[in-house]
């Protein structure tokens, strides 16, 4: 069947921090010099913000770039930081650490992302834009080996794969340019990786998982402003995380768990460790009289400077996330990608005026130049550092931070998380507690208030490279991890006529990402479902 | 044959609403919107009807905040011509709507109103209804399956056990229930193309109808939380929390 095409100067895949900052840039420049360009924005999600889910504290210093006046423009930032609070957990202790300096948020925000990104997309439409939520980019359109745009996935595809009553096919998105803005492990942007080899001269990305809900908490133990960080209990000091707790606006808690995708126990479940955690003495009071209003979960990229990719190729670039700018020690990346959105415009804007062919050089070569580049190479061995354990990397942190001042003449480096699970056999299996429905819950009540819909008619969207290998390999070797790993319960092993199988609740996803990166042979690709399917996230 | 159809904006059905903590009605801060269901099967019966070459015109109207022209141009991208929206600052009930509705009525001067047969919000299934008889029109309600032809038209009912058809001379007012079409997709080309199609915006107070609440909400709870249920051992024990528990035996 052919399909329609549209034309566009630039198309941007994903509508978020680092998508939307791209666009609004290049509207920028193109309005100052009274010139004329047509930008499209796609985003998988049903509405821009669906799919947006971060702490967050954020830095102001891109916004304070790109948009000086965001106050005045009613910028979602109410909530300034008053006070950082670090712990360190045993138990049934907690001890107050020093607050590292990457931790200090003086100046900072407590936002929610998914409000500034819907914010940040009304920007963009006044200036021109034009966004389509609830549209995937499902496909690159290279041509001679070059990047010739994205298109949008069928609508209306049975679960079999064929057309159903109400088919629709996808459209092609062309433009000179396209820039990748997907996020953290984004689909297209994995491919694009594979086919341009742009990780050659890389390490590995690795990647956390962060979980997160979002509660309304009494009047009597809400303090605006307050942000606490904790490690230690419930994880072991072989595992690296921790959890986040900021209090925002009209009596909202937001609270999270960041586990590294390099544990290497099969056993241990990132969702029942979250769960866990809020029942600590030192941090339960904040949740008893509160009531849980939202629930999600997204990875994040924690490989840093040493697992950058190649940023540039034939007809596109990658932007935000999607290439990893995340300062891992701070856990913000928000303003990194944004910073990259706005040198990424910047770049082909030049560009487009001189007559430099289809891969914008003068991206990487800014970026160089910008602070972004110093932030994220002055913090690159911190992360790397906590695989000698917590009180190893806690040690390593201080010295880079108070002595080296992310000077180190070396640099650590970076393993693929995926190879870091130990055989199932090998490990000591946990024992985690049964959820009290009051202050820890289970994996099908969370999923239900993120307000995830996925239409039921269509393929699934977690492709296995190898049907044989969840029972051979996963099953056998490590006790099926991907009941565990997956926040959404998306995958179960169930028994048939006395046959065990891995059954993939597909509807169930909130395109996190995890299995994509962490399952031990890489045999599950995910890829976009039907546009507008997924969460619905309120203000995540 | 101008059609009219008019959407509602309502919480999504995918999100599960929560009664806020004064308890004075449902949270809608932060929450995603979208076109009532039954509503957009309205539009599609209309576009539908347009593309069969019985109707010439296609006119989506809302009644109430400006963000209700989202759901109109979700409408335009579905296939409507143009659309109309009435603002409020008041709380609109369905009396009001059915006032305000009338007034269009009667400036636009449609041959058939399609609406859904109810709001997924308020599930108060009445607008069409006072509508009809505002008008003094027929109608014919819950409809799964409409034909239209020179100045009539035949609705398919679903009535208990079976199914009733109805014919009703023109002008009309027919309310959609589920069966009735599969909505389409609208595509990316035509939501692009509803952003430019005319939309108009009218002030609710500027068409002299009483548009004041007659209702008061007094409170708004959530419904009582399941129990768990138990795993029984045996018949006896059935009986027996069946009879001293339940005390339904
Ligand atoms: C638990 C957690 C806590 C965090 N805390 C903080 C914090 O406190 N402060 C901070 O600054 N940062 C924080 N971050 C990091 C921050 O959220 C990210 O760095 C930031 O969101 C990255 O922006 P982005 O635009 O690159 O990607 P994203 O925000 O991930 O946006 C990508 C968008 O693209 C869409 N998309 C992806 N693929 C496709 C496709 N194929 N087609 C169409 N659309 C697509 C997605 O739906 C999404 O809307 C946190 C992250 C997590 C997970």
Redesign the interface.
């Known amino acids: 069947m052919t399909r ?1 095409v ?1 034309d566009y100067d630039v198309v941007i895949v994903g509508a978020g921090p680092s998508g939307l900052s791209t666009a609004i840039r290049l509207k920028q420049l193109a309005a100052d010099e009274g010139a004329e360009i047509s930008v499209c924005v796609v985003e998988k999600g ?2 821009v913000g ?1 799919h947006i889910l971060s702490g967050a504290v954020i830095e102001t210093r891109a916004l304070d770039e790109l948009l000086p006046d965001w106050q005045a423009l009613g910028a979602p930032l109410n909530t300034p930081v008053v006070e950082d609070r670090f712990l360190l957990l045993s138990e049934s202790g907690a001890r107050k650490l020093p607050t590292p300096p990457q931790m200090h948020n003086e100046g900072n925000y407590i936002v ?1 992302l ?2 500034v990104v819907r914010w940040l997309g009304e920007q963009a439409e006044a200036l021109g834009v ?1 966004i ?1 939520p609830g ?1 995937a980019a499902a496909e690159l359109l290279v041509e001679d080996g070059i990047v010739r745009g994205v298109a ?1 996935g069928d ?2 595809v049975t679960r079999e794969g064929e057309p159903g ?2 088919h ?1 096919p996808g ?1 092609e998105l062309r433009a000179p340019h396209t820039v990748f803005a997907e996020g953290c492990r984004g689909s297209l942007s994995q491919s694009l990786m594979a086919r341009f080899q742009l990780r050659v001269d890389s390490d590995p990305q690795t990647y956390g998982l962060g979980i997160k809900e979002l509660w ?1 908490v009494d009047p009597s133990v809400h303090r605006p402003g307050l942000t606490l960080h904790t490690i230690g209990w419930p994880l072991r000091a072989d595992t690296y995380g921790g959890s986040f707790l900021y209090h925002l606006e ?2 909202q808690v937001a609270v999270g768990f960041v586990v590294g995708l390099d544990y290497a126990n099969p056993h241990l479940s990132p969702f029942e460790e979250f769960q866990r955690f809020k029942t600590h003495p030192a941090i339960r009071g904040v949740f008893e009289q509160g009531r849980r ?1 939202s629930y999600g979960a997204r990875a994040l990229n924690e490989g840093g400077f040493q697992s950058l990719p190649k940023l540039v190729f034939p007809g596109g670039m990658l932007v935000g996330d999607a290439a990893g700018f995340l300062n891992v020690p701070k856990i913000k990346g928000t303003h990194m990608a944004m910073k990259s959105g706005i040198v990424a415009a910047e770049a082909l804007h030049a560009h487009r005026a001189g007559q430099g062919g289809s891969v914008v050089a003068g991206y990487p070569e800014r970026l160089r130049q910008s602070w972004l580049w110093d932030e994220l190479r002055g913090v690159r061995n911190i992360r790397p550092s906590f695989r000698w354990g917590l009180w190893g990397g806690l040690a390593y942190s201080a010295l880079d931070t108070y002595v080296l001042r992310g000077r180190a003449p070396w640099t650590l480096r970076n393993h693929a998380d995926h190879t870091a699970l130990k055989p199932a056999s090998a490990c000591r299996p946990i024992d985690y507690p049964k959820p009290d429905g009051k202050i820890s819950f289970d994996r099908l009540s969370s999923v ?2 993120s ?3 996925h239409a039921e008619d269509q393929p699934c969207h977690l492709r296995l490279k190898d049907e044989a290998l969840p029972m051979s390999v996963n099953r056998a070797l490590f006790d099926a991890p991907e009941q565990r790993y997956c926040p959404a319960g998306v995958y179960e092993i169930v028994e048939d006529a006395g046959a065990a199988r891995l059954q993939i609740n597909a509807q169930n996803c909130l395109h996190c990402k995890t299995c994509d990166i962490k399952d031990p042979r890489q045999n599950i690709t995910w890829t976009p479902p039907e546009g507008g399917g997924g969460p ?1 996230y ?2 995540m | 044959m101008k059609i009219l159809v008019p959407v509602k904006r309502v919480v ?1 059905y ?3 609403v ?1 009664v806020k ?1 004064d308890q004075s009605g449902v949270e809608l ?4 919107m979208a076109m009532n269901p039954f509503d957009e099967i309205a539009i599609e019966e209309a576009v539908r009807l347009k593309e069969a070459g019985v109707a010439s015109e296609v006119v989506a109207v809302s009644c109430g905040v400006p963000a209700c022209q989202e759901t109109l141009r979700a409408a335009l991208a579905i296939g409507a011509d143009r659309a109309v929206l009435v603002t409020s600052v008041v709380e609109l009930q369905p009396l009001a709507v059915a006032k305000i509705l009338k007034a269009i009525v009667e400036k636009e001067a449609p041959s058939l109103v399609i609406l859904g047969k109810q709001a997924i919000d308020d599930d108060a299934n009445q607008v069409g209804q006072m509508l009809a008889a505002l008008l003094d029109w027929p109608q014919a309600t819950f409809a799964s399956k409409v034909e239209a032809s020179d100045g009539q038209v035949r609705v398919t009912r679903e009535i208990d056990g079976g199914l009733e058809t109805l014919a009703m001379p023109l002008p009309a007012v027919i309310t959609t229930d589920l069966r009735l079409n ?4 609208a ?3 035509n ?2 193309k509803a952003k430019k199609k005319p939309l108009e915006t009218v002030a609710g107070e500027s068409l002299g109808v009483d548009l004041a609440p007659r209702l008061t909400t007094l409170k708004v709870v959530e419904p009582p939380s399941r129990k768990a249920g138990i795993l029984v051992a045996d018949v006896a024990q059935l009986v027996d929390k069946l009879k001293n528990e339940a005390q339904v035996l």
């Open positions: 329609e549209m049903s509405e669906a929610s998914g409000n034009e389509y549209f949008t609508m209306g009553p109400n629709q459209i309304e009209n009596h209003i239900f208030i307000a995830t819909n619905n309120p203000n | 999504d995918n999100v599960k929560r903590a801060a932060n929450v995603k599969e909505p389409r997709y595509t990316l080309p939501i692009m």
